[in-house]
């Protein structure tokens, strides 16, 4: 993923100045580009027009990237893989540890991600070639080869349905980043789908210091959807924490709209002092689902594992799914140096769970008129004083002060709520790799 007769070469050329009409839907396509960022697909190769061959494959696709290849079966099968290595003919394997098969489940995507760093075989009289698991287009025929547990772990029956007949076969090239606006965004966030069945919304805890800005997040969030400014949470300046109870917050499309597809849960604020503020405790129990709605907080005396409000088996739905740390930007570089241990052993505890971290730096727009240039100056001391990659810190500007939207806040706060997104995805690909090696069925 050849044929060295005339005719059939001729036939390829005469079929390929036909149009090229996707097979993969709109809606599949913004599935998939859901996995990947601020993209969009452009098909290259489809076998039905330029041949079910590997020279056909290779004079679309070769030296292209990133690529997404998808297979078609009778049985109704939709499903492919992701690299963003670029196909050759040199007949080696390829690292890529951003490589993942997926197959479609109705509207859903499911993901294998690669656990081996040979995800991608360049080879000449095939189409896609990931590992020895999947390849389409094998040995210049119409099929699929497949043999699951070398590179990807995937069950063949719900990858394929066991039914290795291709009736198609289209490989798209991913075209770079785009903005999106407003309308987008939101529509982007409406649409969006958790990859497991039994998760209709995400859980992203919001933790940070006192007065950075974590309540006041979901306000501003909520407000965006609304319409108009909006305090729905509790928010203000304290030089202690107001949020005193842990809140989890849905968000409506519109004030009769349906629930989006997050929840953002609120938390006691983060104190330098011994015994004040969230305790470490408490957070675990957070984090592993244990801790009731509207719970009050103690600093002094954290939940009890037998208490009577305990949560003891919470199911999938009701744990973190990603946390994002709430940080002021005007007052990362005076820090005290106790509060920053405590972040520090939060997202070693976090880490250890497993669960995806991002940081929203709020008021990046205090004492500076040139925000941009203010923003990644601060992001670069957030990044070295917390150890965060700056990949993983996103610039927000939360209404406090305002009485209107504002377009430019607007969008920076829809774009972090998709980038939790992203990191939410990431987690639920962990938890299904998990269950595909335990057996089990989200």
Same mark, same amino acid.
């Given at each position: 993923?050849?044929? *060295?007769?005339?005719?059939?070469?001729?036939?390829?050329?005469?079929?390929?100045?036909?149009?090229m009409?996707?097979?993969?839907?709109?809606?599949q396509?913004?599935?998939?580009?859901?996995?990947?960022?601020? %993209?969009?697909?452009?098909?290259?190769?489809?076998?039905?027009?330029?041949?079910?061959?590997?020279?056909?494959?290779?004079?679309?696709?070769d030296?292209?990237?990133?690529?997404?290849?998808v297979?078609?079966?009778?049985?109704?099968? @939709?499903?492919?893989?992701?690299?963003?290595?670029?196909?050759?003919?040199?007949?080696?394997?390829?690292?890529?540890?951003?490589?993942?098969?997926?197959?479609f489940?109705?509207?859903? /995507?499911?993901?294998?991600?690669?656990? =081996?760093a040979?995800?991608?075989?360049?080879?000449?009289?095939?189409?896609?070639?990931?590992?020895?698991?999947?390849?389409?287009?094998?040995?210049?025929?119409?099929?699929?080869?497949s =043999?699951?547990?070398?590179?990807?772990?995937?069950?063949a029956?719900q990858?394929?349905? =066991?039914?290795?007949?291709? #009736?198609?076969?289209?490989?798209?090239?991913?075209?770079?980043k785009?903005? +999106?606006?407003?309308?987008?965004l939101?529509?982007y966030?409406?649409?969006?789908?958790?990859? %497991?069945?039994?998760?209709?919304?995400?859980?992203?805890l919001?933790?940070?210091?006192?007065?950075?800005?974590?309540?006041?997040f979901?306000?501003?969030?909520?407000?965006?959807?609304?319409?108009h400014v909006?305090?729905?949470?509790?928010?203000?300046?304290?030089?202690t924490?107001?949020?005193?109870?842990?809140?989890?917050?849905?968000?409506?499309?519109?004030?009769?709209?349906?629930? /989006?597809?997050i929840?953002?849960c609120? *938390?006691?604020?983060?104190?330098?002092?011994?015994?004040?503020?969230?305790?470490?405790?408490?957070?675990?129990?957070?984090?592993k689902?244990?801790?009731?709605?509207?719970?009050?907080?103690?600093?002094?005396?954290?939940?009890?594992?037998?208490?009577?409000?305990?949560? #003891?088996?919470?199911?999938?739905?009701?744990?973190?799914?990603c946390?994002?740390?709430?940080i002021?930007?005007?007052? @990362?570089?005076?820090?005290? *140096?106790?509060?920053?241990?405590?972040?520090?052993?939060?997202r070693?505890?976090?880490?250890l769970?497993?669960?995806?971290?991002?940081?929203?730096?709020?008021?990046?727009?205090?004492? *500076?008129? #040139?925000?941009? /240039?203010?923003?990644?100056?601060? +992001?670069?001391? @957030?990044?070295?004083?917390l150890?965060v990659? /700056?990949?993983c810190?996103?610039?927000?500007?939360?209404?406090?002060?305002?009485?209107?939207?504002?377009?430019?806040?607007?969008i920076?706060?829809?774009?972090?709520?998709?980038?939790?997104?992203?990191?939410?995805?990431?987690?639920?690909?962990? @938890? +299904?790799?998990t269950?595909?090696?335990?057996?089990?069925?989200?």
């Amino acid at each position: 993923m050849s044929s *060295t007769n005339s005719f059939t070469v001729l036939y390829s050329v005469q079929k390929s100045k036909s149009k090229m009409n996707p097979r993969l839907t709109q809606s599949q396509q913004r599935t998939i580009c859901a996995q990947l960022g601020r %993209v969009k697909l452009q098909l290259l190769y489809k076998a039905s027009i330029h041949g079910f061959t590997g020279a056909a494959f290779h004079q679309r696709c070769d030296n292209r990237s990133p690529t997404v290849s998808v297979g078609y079966n009778n049985s109704g099968f @939709v499903f492919g893989g992701y690299t963003k290595q670029p196909f050759s003919q040199s007949g080696q394997y390829v690292n890529d540890d951003q490589a993942f098969l997926f197959t479609f489940n109705a509207k859903k /995507l499911i993901k294998y991600p690669v656990n =081996n760093a040979c995800a991608v075989r360049m080879i000449a009289n095939s189409g896609p070639y990931f590992g020895e698991d999947l390849v389409l287009v094998n040995a210049s025929q119409a099929v699929t080869h497949s =043999n699951p547990g070398n590179y990807y772990n995937f069950p063949a029956a719900q990858m394929h349905g =066991n039914d290795l007949n291709l #009736t198609e076969c289209e490989v798209y090239q991913v075209e770079g980043k785009f903005s +999106m606006n407003k309308t987008e965004l939101i529509e982007y966030i409406k649409s969006y789908k958790p990859t %497991v069945s039994s998760v209709t919304q995400p859980r992203v805890l919001l933790i940070g210091p006192v007065g950075a800005g974590k309540s006041s997040f979901f306000n501003s969030v909520n407000s965006v959807f609304r319409g108009h400014v909006t305090s729905q949470a509790i928010s203000g300046s304290s030089s202690t924490s107001l949020t005193t109870q842990f809140r989890s917050y849905s968000v409506k499309a519109g004030r009769e709209g349906k629930p /989006l597809p997050i929840i953002l849960c609120d *938390t006691m604020g983060l104190e330098e002092t011994k015994g004040a503020g969230l305790d470490i405790d408490d957070l675990s129990s957070i984090l592993k689902g244990h801790l009731p709605e509207r719970y009050q907080f103690n600093p002094s005396a954290p939940l009890h594992p037998e208490a009577h409000s305990y949560r #003891t088996s919470p199911g999938l739905k009701d744990k973190i799914h990603c946390v994002a740390y709430v940080i002021d930007a005007s007052k @990362v570089s005076i820090m005290p *140096t106790g509060l920053e241990e405590k972040l520090d052993a939060i997202r070693r505890k976090v880490n250890l769970i497993g669960i995806p971290q991002l940081v929203l730096l709020t008021k990046v727009d205090e004492g *500076t008129n #040139t925000f941009f /240039l203010c923003s990644v100056i601060q +992001m670069q001391e @957030v990044g070295s004083r917390l150890g965060v990659p /700056l990949s993983c810190i996103i610039p927000v500007k939360n209404y406090s002060e305002e009485l209107e939207l504002d377009m430019n806040c607007d969008i920076l706060l829809l774009s972090a709520v998709i980038q939790m997104f992203r990191f939410v995805d990431n987690y639920f690909d962990e @938890v +299904m790799v998990t269950s595909v090696d335990r057996g089990l069925i989200l």
